[in-house]
């Protein structure tokens, strides 16, 4: 394959543990190159090789602060970093007409209209879970919130990450949740159960709850608990190695390609949005 087939690919956020796990995965990656790799201003990793950050060896691609400069000729940018660069990201992307893969967790609903703006002229796909797993258990979720009716069955989610998620719950709880939710047929946001403490009173009926737990270096386990008042069905998922989100990023990147602008997600990357 030559050069001018390969697709030239930004890592936002690489000198992070998810930046440095995409840059090992686009540099194995068939039909994909490293184009320029992206740090916040004031980062330890400026000007550093981006091969020797992520433990691959140099490949002459410094790392820079400089998003538009590194959007210059690229194809594709892929990002997993904070709710404010990521807004940032999208305008630019939309300006250079790239795909926008976005893995980044925490953001309000401002800015995701912000981010669904920018797809009028950018190919975005954004989820709160690149896994194939997840994105099947989500199926799952939805699949079971329909059939088990609301008035004897509760639903809580429970998630538990690495000490030092800044974000909670999970963007991988919520996509659970909004899948339970459309299940239902309800609003997440007026019937999501994020906090308890103290005299809380009886479980509201119908609400979607969530717990969190933080510790350890635990990468990702999600449950989605179905409670009646004789039984209870638990959907489950555990990421045991990091790479599998960015495997999951980068056939989102492929599938985004050959595509209009607009806003996708990963059901629609894995063809189960039906």
């Given at each position: ?50 091969g ?66 920018a ?43 690495h000490?030092r ?6 963007g ?15 609003d997440l ?12 009173g009886?479980?509201?009926p ?8 933080r ?5 990702g386990?999600h ?13 489950s ?9 960015a ?28």
């Amino acid at each position: 394959m030559t050069d001018t087939e390969m697709k030239m690919v930004v890592v936002a956020g690489a000198a992070g543990r998810m930046g440095q796990t995409l840059l090992k995965a686009i540099h194995a990656a068939a039909g994909m190159r490293i184009h320029a790799a992206i740090e916040r201003e004031g980062s330890a990793a400026i000007g550093k090789d981006a091969g020797d950050v992520c433990g691959i060896g140099p490949i002459g691609v410094p790392i820079t602060a400089d998003p538009l400069e590194a959007f210059v000729k690229a194809d594709a940018v892929i990002d997993f970093t904070s709710p404010a660069s990521t807004v940032e990201f999208a305008a630019l992307a939309a300006q250079a007409r790239i795909v926008h893969i976005i893995g980044t967790t925490g953001c309000s609903q401002d800015d995701v209209e912000k981010i669904k703006a920018a797809s009028r002229h950018a190919r975005i796909v954004m989820s709160g879970n690149m896994s194939l797993g997840v994105n099947l258990l989500g199926v799952l979720v939805r699949q079971a919130a329909a059939a088990l009716e609301a008035v004897n069955w509760d639903i809580e989610v429970l998630e538990m990450h690495h000490n030092r998620k800044v974000d909670a719950p999970s963007g991988t709880a919520l996509l659970l949740g909004a899948e339970a939710a459309k299940g239902r047929g309800i609003d997440l946001l007026a019937n999501a159960v994020k906090v308890r403490d103290g005299h809380t009173g009886a479980r509201e009926p119908g609400s979607i709850g969530f717990a969190t737990l933080r510790g350890g270096g635990v990468i990702g386990d999600h449950e989605v608990i179905f409670a009646s008042e004789t039984e209870m069905v638990t959907l489950s998922h555990r990421a045991t190695d990091r790479s599998l989100f960015a495997q999951g990023a980068l056939r989102a990147a492929r599938w985004a390609f050959d595509k209009k602008p607009g806003f996708y997600n990963m059901l629609d990357v894995l063809g189960l949005d039906s």
